[in-house]
């Protein structure tokens, strides 16, 4: 059964921290994605990798940077949280272009981030 | 940049009954595939229509594509509470999966 997994379900944190949400997938994925998710706004798309070591820029980057060291792990750094980043942070996986490209994502169970 | 958009943004329906949810999009798309929520968990992928297919089944679920009107609908048929959740149209750009707003479904028993 394909899993992807995110760090904490719950997160609390103090404005000006730096934060760390680690997403981990045993599939074997070439694409990683991190999403963040509001009310009324939908999702987001913050960051997505497609091979290690390799990022790009979504919808949303700012405040945020990401780090693929290894291909199953793609982490989302918060370099100093700020009120509005307080969020549902969704992580997610997929095939990638040499399997066709268009897939679909798997996704993680969300860590819900508050920052106060 | 928000590409699907979902409609109704809420529908309340009663166990049995079918339920419809439409997509809209703006550009030309690879694929449309619909993912559901349930309340504060991630997103699990339900189904994905081609842009050259018009209509796909799995189970209760019907999805149909109309490119010409760049539109999308989901059925769900003989609805159960559990089926209770939130809905989302995605469609692919040039690189990524982008997500409409979702619409939110209350099947009551």
């Known amino acids: 059964d394909v899993k992807v997994t995110q760090s904490s379900r719950y997160l609390v944190k103090r404005t000006g921290e730096k934060v760390f949400l680690e997403c981990v997938q045993d599939?074997?994925?070439?694409?990683m994605f991190w999403y963040r998710q509001d009310p009324g706004l939908g999702l987001r798309l913050i960051y997505f990798?497609?091979?290690?070591?390799?990022?790009e820029k979504g919808d949303i980057p700012e405040g945020y940077s990401v780090s693929r060291e290894k291909k199953e792990r793609f982490s989302l750094i918060l370099e100093s949280a700020s009120t509005n980043q307080t969020s549902m942070y969704l992580c997610?996986?997929?095939?990638?272009?040499?399997?066709?490209?268009?897939?679909?994502?798997?996704f993680g169970p969300g860590t819900r981030l508050t920052v106060l | 940049s928000q590409q699907g958009e979902e409609d109704p943004q809420a529908l309340s329906i009663q166990e049995g009954e079918n339920a419809t949810m439409n997509c809209s999009y703006k550009t030309s798309i690879n694929n449309l595939q619909w993912y559901r929520q349930n309340s504060g968990r991630g997103l699990v992928h339900l189904i994905l229509?081609?842009?050259?297919?018009r209509e796909k089944h799995s189970g209760r679920l019907r999805v149909t594509l109309d490119t010409s009107k760049k539109s999308s609908s989901l059925l769900i048929t003989a609805s159960r509470a559990a089926d209770t959740a939130s809905y989302f149209c995605?469609?692919?750009?040039?690189?990524?999966?982008?997500f409409g707003k979702g619409t939110m479904l209350l099947v009551s028993p």
């Open positions: 995605a469609t692919w750009g040039y690189s990524t999966l982008t």
């Open positions: 997610a996986s997929s095939l990638g272009l040499a399997s066709g490209g268009y897939n679909e994502q798997f």
């Open positions: 229509i081609r842009s050259n297919e």
């Open positions: 599939m074997d994925h070439e694409n």
């Open positions: 990798s497609y091979d290690v070591k390799m990022k």
